[in-house]
């Protein structure tokens, strides 16, 4: 049975740091696009980051481009997404999910951005940001 699960999440001062993991298992990593997404209270759930299967190509969210980077480690069957200079705007509860799509970036066929092209999530991570 496949399994994700978040964690790193925390409590953080503005402009600090915090990285998320994504443990997968019972799953092949090099076969899988993996996103991160994130949803605030009242809000829809939105794309952060994903490392496509199709040549580990990653992709971001304008507003989180130059502060936060998506690493894969293959040898332990984890996704990892760090946060640096984190802002009162990004407290929500980070999930990860998995794509069996080569996913691409926006515009195109199966982009990543969609989180209906996400077969299956995590149950989450807390990340709070004080201003």
């Known amino acids: 049975q496949v399994q994700l699960v978040e964690s790193g999440g925390g409590l953080v001062q503005t402009g600090g740091s915090l990285t998320l993991s994504c443990t997968i298992q019972?799953?092949?990593?090099?076969?899988?696009?993996i996103g991160w997404f994130r949803q605030a209270p009242g809000k829809e759930r939105e794309g952060v980051s994903c490392i496509s299967k199709a040549g580990g190509n990653t992709y971001y969210a304008d507003f989180v481009k130059g502060r936060f980077t998506i690493t894969k480690d293959k040898a332990k069957n984890t996704v990892y997404l760090h946060m640096n200079n984190l802002q009162p705007e990004d407290t929500a509860t980070y999930y990860c999910?998995?794509?069996?799509?080569?996913?691409?970036?926006?515009?195109?066929?199966?982009?990543?951005?969609?989180?209906?092209?996400?077969?299956?999530w995590g149950p989450g991570t807390q990340v709070t940001v004080s201003s």
């Open positions: 999910g998995t794509s069996f799509r080569p996913l691409g970036p926006m515009g195109e066929r199966y982009n990543w951005y969609n989180r209906f092209e996400y077969d299956r």
């Open positions: 019972n799953l092949n990593l090099d076969y899988w696009s």
